[in-house]
């Protein structure tokens, strides 16, 4: 019998793919299925984007670039960063990786261990807690609760971190909640990590250009006291609709870079050269479209806010960020992921259990508001019909 190590035993999987193989194996057999479930644009990626990289392979980009990406790739990550957030960054200290999930997997993997602990958002995306364990570290939830509008609060934060704590992970706007954290307490958050040092952070800032209601999005790089530990998150799939092209960046500070750098040698070598043109141009080029694809979100979660909040026994907070509706199911007397899968096979529509995301997740469901408006009523009609009819 093959062996394994035990770390493979502990790791995890996002289930939004579970239901997402479901829901296809279910219309592929004729049924009629909305999906809600998985946290991909509807969109086309702009025309400019995909014509940059057309034209990449024809110009004969098919080798290899270098681990960290193609330098005028880096250096237009580092001129969005300070068009967006008003801070110089090196290009230099950017590493272009193969979608977000990947520093994700970097930074859990320089710092965890047995005998360690890492912070990490819960309710959250899956893959934190799943790597964390793998690692063999100590995962230690940050509950995001719904009274604080699913923003996460500094002081529990850092009432959480012990001497064994040796990364912090963050996530604002967030998944699975839509929640963004207010200014007011990042900066308190940032000043009492004066405190701790030796704890490393990892900002998820994935959804940072899906902000609404005149919310601000406010970046970890913002604050100097963190710029030696602080590793960046962010990337194309969400902004530019270009979840399949798998591209995302990452900043990290002086002392992890050349880290950052080993681990894409060992890992992937690089990103695929005509990915990178693609992403160059989405960087350089017309934003008029993301405008766009912001402002029918924005449209969209509305629609599917008022709708959750007019069901019997659902109320929904209102999300400021993101394109996730996060509802509270409590009062409808079904289990969250009973739930899911049973509007799924009997319903035709596709949501996430809260559990999925965490251990405080039970009592809600994760609907994504990246699908037509049309589907958004129709799934929202065949919620309230389900819920009426199976009482």
Request: aromatic share 8%; net charge negative.
């Amino acid at each position: 019998m093959l062996r394994t190590i035990a770390g493979f035993d502990r790791i995890g999987e996002e289930n939004a793919f579970a239901v997402l193989a479901r829901a296809t194996e279910l219309a592929g057999q004729g049924r009629d299925i909305i999906n809600l479930g998985i946290g991909q644009p509807d969109f086309r990626t702009p025309d400019h984007i995909v014509e940059a990289a057309v034209k990449a392979l024809r110009d004969g980009h098919h080798g290899y670039t270098p681990a960290t990406g193609i330098a005028p790739l880096r250096e237009a990550v580092s001129a969005d960063l300070f068009k967006r957030h008003g801070v110089e960054t090196h290009p230099d200290n950017v590493v272009i990786v193969p979608g977000g999930k990947v520093t994700m997997f970097m930074a859990i993997l320089m710092f965890g261990q047995p005998g360690t602990e890492i912070l990490y958002p819960d309710p959250g995306f899956p893959i934190y807690r799943s790597m964390i364990e793998f690692t063999g570290a100590l995962p230690v939830p940050v509950p995001i609760r719904e009274e604080n509008d699913f923003a996460f609060s500094a002081e529990e934060t850092l009432s959480l971190i012990t001497d064994k704590t040796r990364l912090l992970i963050l996530n604002s706007p967030a998944n699975p909640t839509g929640g963004v954290t207010p200014r007011s307490e990042i900066e308190k958050l940032a000043a009492g990590l004066e405190r701790f040092p030796d704890v490393a952070v990892l900002s998820d800032e994935i959804y940072s250009q899906m902000t609404y209601d005149g919310m601000e999005h406010v970046s970890l790089i913002g604050f100097e006291n963190l710029r030696d530990r602080l590793i960046l998150l962010d990337g194309w799939s969400k902004t530019y609709a270009m979840t399949g092209w798998r591209m995302g960046f990452s900043l990290w500070p002086d002392g992890l870079i050349d880290k950052a750098r080993k681990l894409a040698v060992n890992a992937w070598s690089c990103v695929n050269a005509p990915a990178q043109y693609g992403g160059l141009a989405a960087l350089t080029g017309p934003q008029d479209e993301v405008a766009s694809m912001v402002a029918e979100f924005d449209a969209r979660r509305r629609v599917i806010v008022d709708g959750l909040n007019a069901i019997d026994g659902i109320s929904c907070r209102t999300p400021l960020g993101a394109f996730y509706a996060y509802p509270n199911i409590g009062k409808t007397g079904w289990k969250a992921k009973a739930l899911a899968s049973a509007l799924l096979e009997e319903a035709g529509v596709a949501v996430i259990g809260g559990p999925d995301f965490g251990v405080l997740g039970e009592g809600y469901i994760r609907l994504s508001y990246a699908n037509s408006t049309a589907n958004i009523k129709a799934a929202l009609e065949r919620i309230e019909r389900f819920l009426k009819t199976s009482k």
